[in-house]
């Protein structure tokens, strides 16, 4: 199977006190991996989504990806504020490489599946967390990225709009054999949705592999 996505880190250092956030990463993530990755607050999930998407460079090591990658970082990842929800999801769309004609075929299901068709030619700046996290998430989705990024801002939508996210997930990954990467605290969720997990604490994968093996072991280690 063709690997989508190598990382080898040897040490992440943030500006402001140099202390190590990542360090002896070394992941390999093949095509159609949904992968989860658990663990407790400031154990680096965060900081590695943000590598993989190239927000953030590590100081030393190299990342390597196969395909266009899509992620949802935090609440408004991408999005203009004075720009309407259509205006966005256009936007979104050439950021990722897509021609304007592609971006029409995909928009009205992106818009469908936000659930925010009345407001689609509202700015962006006056929609709820909700509503922005709605439709950020169908922009992602909907627009056919290689590797699929989300953090934990899918907690933001309500308990309807989570079952439809998981599910559009599982279709991504099971039909069209994209990679998905998912950080959640919601266990329930990734044992429904992911086939493997890393676990991860102070910045190092303490455990890789099968999901419900690693959610047993974040579940009953002290951190």
């Known amino acids: 199977m063709e690997?989508?996505?190598?990382v080898k880190i040897d040490d992440l250092t943030v500006a402001y006190n140099y202390k190590p956030v990542l360090w002896d990463i070394d992941l390999e993530i093949?095509?159609?991996?949904?992968?989860?990755i658990v663990g407790p607050n400031?154990?680096?999930?965060?900081?590695?989504?943000?590598?993989l998407s190239r927000v953030t460079a590590p100081t030393t090591g190299e990342i390597k990806t196969n395909g266009r990658i899509a992620s949802l970082l935090e609440v408004g990842t991408g999005f203009h504020s004075e720009l309407t929800g259509r205006?966005?999801?256009y936007l979104n769309g050439a950021i990722l490489g897509m021609t304007k004609a592609e971006i029409a075929e995909k928009i009205v299901e992106i818009i469908a599946f936000s659930g925010c068709e009345r407001y689609i030619d509202t700015p962006v700046k006056r929609y709820s967390s909700g509503m922005t996290v709605r439709l950020a998430?169908?922009?992602?989705?909907?627009?056919?990225?290689?590797?699929?990024?989300?953090?934990?801002?899918?907690?933001?939508?309500?308990?309807?709009?989570q079952k439809k996210a998981i599910g559009k997930m599982q279709d991504i990954s099971s039909q069209d054999g994209r990679t998905v990467l998912f950080v959640s605290h919601n266990m329930e969720s990734i044992l429904r949705l992911c086939t493997r997990a890393i676990l991860m604490k102070n910045g190092i994968i303490i455990e890789n592999g099968n999901v419900s093996q690693v959610i047993d072991t974040y579940l009953s280690t002290e951190f």
């Open 137 to 161: 998430f169908a922009v992602a989705a909907f627009l056919e990225p290689d590797i699929l990024v989300i953090d934990e801002v899918l907690a933001v939508g309500d308990a309807e709009f």
């Open 3 to 6: 690997q989508k996505i190598a």
């Open 42 to 51: 400031g154990a680096g999930k965060s900081t590695l989504l943000k590598i």
């Open 30 to 36: 093949p095509e159609g991996v949904l992968m989860a």
């Open 87 to 89: 205006e966005n999801i």
